[in-house]
């Protein structure tokens, strides 16, 4: 199994800047593909951003596309979402979430982090 924690979400100021950590443990492997969600309250949780095995393909959700980047450092175990020029609308409660590879489903999941942006 793998295990997946999320820090550094925050209030912070529209305009402003946040970097959000994924600590992974267990059976940790770079033939996971990783990916960032968000879900605000009453509404669908939703893909914003992800990142293939490799590192070298990612794709972004058109919301967030120019503002925020996804990377990983599988030596640390570790995926990074920077998210810049923050909006009061990308505030949200943030998971990262793990799958193999040739799967389309995430398998694990962490327990989330809130991101609260104020006008």
């Known amino acids: 199994q793998v295990q997946l924690v999320e820090s550094g979400g925050k209030l912070v100021q529209a305009g402003g800047s946040l970097r959000l950590s994924c600590a992974a443990s267990g059976r940790t492997s770079s033939s996971y593909a990783m990916g960032w969600f968000r879900q605000a309250p009453g509404k669908e949780r939703e893909l914003v951003a992800a990142?293939?095995?490799?590192?070298?393909?990612?794709s972004y959700a058109d919301s967030v596309k120019g503002r925020f980047t996804i990377s990983r450092d599988n030596a640390k175990n570790t995926v990074y979402l920077l998210m810049n020029s923050l909006k009061p609308e990308d505030t949200a409660v943030y998971y990262c979430?793990?799958?193999?590879?040739?799967?389309?489903?995430?398998?694990?999941w962490g327990q989330g982090t809130q991101v609260t942006v104020s006008a």
């Open positions: 979430a793990a799958r193999w590879t040739a799967k389309t489903m995430y398998d694990y």
């Open positions: 990142i293939s095995w490799s590192g070298i393909s990612t």
